[in-house]
């Protein structure tokens, strides 16, 4: 596992008063990351039995009720997406809600129901597949899990992660014990849809 150095300005110093979610048309709240600056757009292929972790600050009080994920190209096998409470070094505690398993066979935009109320706090977005489909990603938040402690070439933390046989997602959470770095920020692939406020 790599050495993290915690930027903990970035998680203990937010600015408050801000709601974290993009206001839609007609009613419609878009999708957002909380806490996050998304930058940048790709896809990828997601690696079997590989449980990610994504780290997100909440900075405000808010109810999620969707958890979502797009699937770009379809993989035969199943997935299930999550949110966890995170301690101070970023590992999951508490599941904070499963929200139930989905197949990964088409391409789709995945919206699984959910009905949350996050408080101001560290958390972490969690998918698990056991096949590899290719989904859409964004980049943004490095600063939250910390740089490298040497700096170096590829400083900014890209994915947490634990290969794990696929399951229902554990409570507590299952440490990550692998951190991968480049020079862009952290992958986040999946998202959620504030409703409230």
Do not use: K
Request: charged share 10%; net charge neutral.
């Amino acid at each position: 596992m790599s050495s993290r150095t915690r930027a903990s300005s970035a998680v203990d110093n937010v600015p408050e008063g801000r709601a974290d979610w993009v206001p839609g048309t007609a009613g419609n709240p878009n999708i957002s990351v909380p806490g996050v600056d998304l930058v940048t757009v790709s896809t990828a292929v997601m690696v079997a039995n590989r449980l990610y972790y994504e780290p997100v600050y909440v900075a405000t009080t808010i109810t999620l009720d969707r958890l979502i994920c797009e699937i770009t190209a379809g993989v035969a096998g199943n997935a299930r997406m999550g949110i966890y409470n995170a301690d101070r070094d970023w590992q999951p505690t508490s599941l904070v809600v499963d929200g139930g398993q989905f197949a990964t066979g088409v391409a789709a935009v995945i919206n699984l129901a959910i009905n949350v109320t996050l408080q101001p706090n560290r958390y972490l977005f969690a998918i698990h597949a056991d096949a590899g489909p290719t989904v859409r990603f964004t980049r943004g938040g490095a600063r939250y899990p910390g740089y490298g402690s040497s700096l170096g070439a590829t400083p900014f933390t890209t994915q947490l992660f634990i290969a794990l046989a696929y399951g229902p997602l554990a409570d507590p959470g299952i440490p990550w014990n692998t951190v991968t770095s480049t020079t862009t920020a952290t992958v986040h692939q999946v998202f959620c849809r504030v409703s409230v406020p």
